[in-house]
């Protein structure tokens, strides 16, 4: 979902990133973020009363209609009206209130045809939000108009008052704006003393406007982001879809290493040595010098061969990882790294059994690439948990320039890490040192 949540609930908005001589306080009237959020409550009235007109009277007509088999596509078509109109708004509130809200989930029709249709209009939960929301955005766009008008008028013309108090004694036969009256006395704001007061007042009610403005629209950011936009649920399972991509994927390619490294290494060896064998079978009568120079060539090539079934092994899932935990296995990896590593282990117990080997695998290929890539001179590892979340840093003091852009290995870290709701944070400018952080959920219960 692509929501910025500074801009969409009031604590952010038109940045700037030159310094302002005027305090916010006082350029806020002035500043175009004041204007489109003013324009929007204004707007909001209008809108209101039309889609509150809108949404009661297609849903009394389709529930009154419910004796007939009319009343079922008349109400499906007015849930399809809002969410047509949910389109609109979020449009609106982009333009005015820079709140970038993503469209719910798509109707998803079991059958095809107009009754299928039909059927995933009223199960969708997004049309039900959008008629919650012309039902409910009414009555609170009555409220927001008479409040924000209010103070807007009301400010402004306070503050122009030593302007435009003329008109009184030259046209209305007053000598100013009356507070009072009655049969015998009269009070009106009309010397230089009360003048002033009234602009000074003004002035203030001018300035705090746009604040009362901005908290008015946080409360439609939050109807407009709540009932518009898709659902937890459905965002989720969006997450889900992906991370389930991301896992088939990472999945996939292991095989295929797998395979490869089998194909190419270990395979390739042993069909050598069966042939080796076979030779010094051939010769073992006829020069049994020779048969032995090759038994004893095919013998070495058994220790090479079990050793690359062991780095295999060891890649595919370490014994040491399960049999004595996370640090005895990262010390076994750091001792391999081209750099000397200090590891520290800060654990009182094991996480759970899938989260330690991503957290294994994931050390162990941040180390890999120090040894390829970053020209360090030494490396740290640091393991702790903090709450119900796992916490990996690996720190060196190499060249720098790490990053995750697309296509390098780092990014395909991060995408391993996403799929079990785990986060990759790379701090690495240029010159060095790299401090690369990796997060994920302490058991696979906490995997929210």
């Known amino acids: 979902m692509a929501t910025n949540y500074g801009q969409s609930y009031g604590f952010g908005g038109d940045t700037d990133a030159r310094p302002h001589r005027l305090p916010a306080a006082l350029r806020a009237p002035f500043e175009g973020r004041a204007w489109r959020e003013l324009t929007y409550v204004l707007l909001g009235l209008p809108v209101g009363i039309a889609l509150f007109t809108y949404a009661v009277t297609m849903v009394s ?43 719910p989930e798509p ?33 609170w766009s009555v409220f927001s108009f008479v409040v924000g008008l209010t103070f807007f008028t009301t400010g402004w ?17 007053q000598d100013g704006i009356q507070l009072y009256g ?17 602009a000074l007042i003004g002035l203030l009610i001018t300035l705090v406007t746009p604040w009362i403005v901005r908290a008015l629209t946080t409360v439609d950011r939050l109807m407009v982001h709540g009932l518009l936009g898709p659902s937890r649920l459905a965002t989720r399972v969006v997450e889900l879809e992906s991370d389930r991509g991301v896992v ?19 395979q390739a060896r042993l069909v050598n040595l069966a042939m080796d064998l076979g030779l010094a079978k051939e010769k073992l009568l006829e020069d049994p010098e020779a048969a032995a120079r090759m038994v004893d060539e095919a013998h070495g090539e058994v220790k090479t ?29 750091a001792s391999r790294c081209a750099v000397p590593v ?29 040894s390829k890539h970053a020209r360090a001179t030494s490396a740290t590892v640091d393991v702790w948990r903090s709450a119900d979340r796992l916490l990996l840093q690996v720190v060196d003091d190499g060249v720098g320039g790490a ?7 780092l990014a395909g870290l991060a995408e391993r890490l996403d799929a079990v709701d785990g986060i990759l944070v790379v701090d690495s400018p240029a010159g060095g040192p790299t401090r690369i952080t990796a997060e994920l959920p302490w058991r696979a219960g906490a995997i929210r």
């Open 157 to 173: 013309s306070m503050l122009t008052y030593p302007l435009w108090f003329w008109v009184f004694p030259a046209y209305a036969g």
């Open 107 to 139: 109707l998803r029709a079991r059958k095809a045809g107009a009754m299928g249709w039909i059927g995933a209009v009223l199960k969708s939960g997004a049309s039900w939000r959008a008629l919650l929301y012309a039902v409910v955005q009414f009555p």
């Open 61 to 103: 007509l389709g529930a009154g209609l419910l004796v007939t088999f009319l009343g079922v596509p008349v109400l499906a078509g007015a849930l399809a009206g809002c969410r047509a109109v949910g389109a609109v708004e979020r449009a609106r509130a982009r333009a005015l209130l820079g709140l970038d809200v993503a469209a």
């Open 342 to 370: 200090r590891v520290e282990v800060d654990l009182v117990e094991r996480p759970a059994s899938a989260i330690e080997g991503i957290a294994y695998f994931t050390v162990s290929e941040l180390l890999q690439n120090i």
């Open 305 to 333: 061969a079990l050793q690359e079934l062991r780095d295999l092994a060891r890649g595919i899932h370490p014994a040491v990882l399960t049999d004595r935990g996370l640090d005895a296995a990262l010390s076994s990896v």
């Open 403 to 409: 990053d995750t852009t697309a296509g390098s290995g």
């Open 248 to 266: 088939v994927d990472t999945a996939a390619a292991d095989l295929r290493r797998i395979e490869r490294d089998l194909h190419d290494g270990a």
């Open 182 to 198: 009655d049969e015998t006395h009269h009070v009106y704001l009309d010397n230089p003393f009360e003048i002033t007061l009234t």
